[in-house]
């Protein structure tokens, strides 16, 4: 079984070898290929997603049809409707395989009981969520105060290959600009 979970955890906290089997025999292998869904939108969560390997992204389609990319999760990442996951509503966002990909998922029926088990596990994951929340904080401020081309040169720092296998559209979007705007980007960054 991939241990990368595990190696990702063990950043942060120190796990026993009894609350390592503990923690692998609550979690759920996928292997989920490219372009297929793990959460759709209107769904309840059911899982706190665990990237092994791959690329995720989740989004949320407006009325209009039109897709706005909230994240990619790419190896070692965490990815999920937290919403929907603890508040136990529908999701309002859609997780699929860009690339082939191998997670672990963790239901939500299993998070109290794992936290209960493993105490330790709530600094891990409070971590985690902190990491995240100044992520998302910094991209708000980004959207606000960067120019697009600034955007998508911390894009690329962030994210400095999946350039290579996620479509132009996805990545627009994620920096909220046109794909014909961020070709132009592109030229120009290309020509400097």
């Known amino acids: 079984m991939n241990t990368s979970v595990i190696h990702t955890i063990n950043r942060h906290i120190t796990l026993e070898p009894a609350e390592v ?3 692998l ?3 759920v292998p996928m292997t989920v290929p ?3 869904f793990i959460q759709r939108s209107g769904d309840f969560a059911k899982y706190f997603t665990y990237v092994n390997a791959g690329c995720l992204m989740s989004y949320h389609t407006d009325d209009t049809g039109t897709d706005h990319v ?14 929907s996951l603890f508040r136990h509503v529908p999701s309002i966002y859609s997780t699929r395989a860009l690339t082939d990909s191998h997670v672990m998922l963790l239901p939500q029926a299993a998070m109290e009981p794992l936290l209960e088990a493993i105490p330790r596990l709530e600094r891990y994951f ?3 969520f902190q990491n995240s929340l100044v992520t998302h904080q910094s991209r708000i401020i980004q959207h ?3 120019t697009a081309e600034e955007r998508y040169q911390a894009f ?3 994210y400095p290959s999946l350039e290579q296998y996620v479509p132009l559209k996805y990545i627009a979007s ?15 960054i290309m020509e400097k």
């Open 70 to 83: 909230i994240q990619f999760a790419t190896a070692a990442w965490w990815t999920g409707d937290i919403h």
């Open 126 to 128: 409070r971590i985690t």
């Open 174 to 188: 994620y920096l909220g600009i046109t794909p014909e705007f961020l070709s132009k980007i592109r030229r120009k």
């Open 144 to 146: 606000y105060t960067f």
């Open 156 to 158: 690329r720092e962030k």
């Open 25 to 27: 025999s609550v979690f």
């Open 34 to 36: 490219q372009g297929e």
């Open 21 to 23: 089997d503990h923690i």
